[in-house]
Structures are given as C-alpha cells and as structure tokens.
C-alpha cells in the first residue's frame, strides 16, 4: 500500500513544486534568466531577428491592440512564469528600457490584465507586430 503512494506524491510534488520555484523572483532575474538569450542584457536584441525593447516596446503602448500584443508575444506569453511576474517583468522591461517611448500616462500591468491578454493565442505575432507599427506610423500618437 505504501508503495503505491510514493509515486503518487512524488508525482503531486512535482506538479506543485515548479510553479512554487518559479514564483517571486525580481524582474531583474527573470529577464536573465528567460528573456536576455535573445534580447540581451542591455535590451538592444539582434536586429533584425530579435527587436530592440529600446526602440519600439515603449511605442506599442500608444496603439490600440499594442498592449495586449507585449503580453501575448510568445517570448512573453510561453514563458513559464506566473501572470503576476509577467506583468512584474513587463513594468520593470518598460521603464528599464523603453523609458524614452513610454507614454507620460502609462499604468502598469497588473496580474489580472495578463491573465485576460494571455489567455488569447497570438498565431502570428510578426504580422501583428507589423500592423500595430504601420498603424503607429500612420499616427505616432492616436487618441491624443
Ligand atoms: C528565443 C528568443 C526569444 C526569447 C527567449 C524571448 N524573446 Fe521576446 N521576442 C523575440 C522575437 C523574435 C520577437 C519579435 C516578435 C516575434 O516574432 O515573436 C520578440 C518580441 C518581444 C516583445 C515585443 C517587442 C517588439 O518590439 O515586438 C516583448 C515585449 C518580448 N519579446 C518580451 C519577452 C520576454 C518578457 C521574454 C522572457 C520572458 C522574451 N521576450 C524572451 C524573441 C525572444
């Protein structure tokens, strides 16, 4: 009887014990561990492959459908992290690297909003990146 109780825990520890390693750690670490591979440590990427959070990640928050994009990019939204360090991640990616295209009324992500934008599948994030920044160039500044 015992026996057949080991493997059964063992598998419960398991599915429980990842979420609680990942939890809690400072954006800091999270973007080196998850996200500088390709974005680097300075935020710059590998133009043209990987796009700078300099350039444009500040820039998708003017636009319409931009916010939820910077969720459901699949660096973001595959990543194993929990929504409430994604949206950590993403408050401390935009105001670390992008803070010279962040709008003046920007509000942070909460938990809540990440789990709304990435329950939603992004197919083809190149061509909604795409969209958004021809909308962006046609009006650098919609809504004001
Ligand atoms: C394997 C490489 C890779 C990793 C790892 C990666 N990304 Fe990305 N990221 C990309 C690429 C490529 C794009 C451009 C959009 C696309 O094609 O997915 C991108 C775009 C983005 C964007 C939108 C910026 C823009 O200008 O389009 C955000 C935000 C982002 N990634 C966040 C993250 C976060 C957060 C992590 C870590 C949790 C991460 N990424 C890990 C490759 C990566």
New binding site residues.
């Given amino acids: 009887m015992a026996r057949t109780r080991i493997p059964l825990l063992a598998s419960v520890l398991l599915l429980v014990f990842p979420g609680i390693s990942q939890a809690g750690q400072p954006p800091d670490i ?2 080196q561990v ?2 500088q ?3 680097v440590p300075d935020g710059t ?1 590998i133009p043209p ?5 300099v ?3 500040g820039r ?1 928050l003017q636009v319409e459908g931009g916010r939820a ?2 969720v459901q ?4 939204s595959n ?1 194993p ?1 929990s929504n409430a360090d ?1 949206a950590t ?2 408050n401390w ?1 935009l105001e670390t690297y992008a803070q010279a295209s962040l709008p003046a009324d920007f509000k942070p992500y909460t938990e809540a909003e990440v789990a709304v934008y990435r329950a939603e599948l992004l197919l083809d ?2 061509a909604r ?1 795409g969209a958004l920044l021809a909308r962006l160039g046609a009006d650098p500044n919609p809504g004001l």
Avoid: K
């Fill in positions: 999270n973007y998850h996200c591979g390709c974005h990427g492959e990987v796009p700078s959070l350039a444009d990640m998708f994009y910077l990019v699949p660096g973001t990543s992290l994604v991640l993403l990616m994030p190149a990146r």
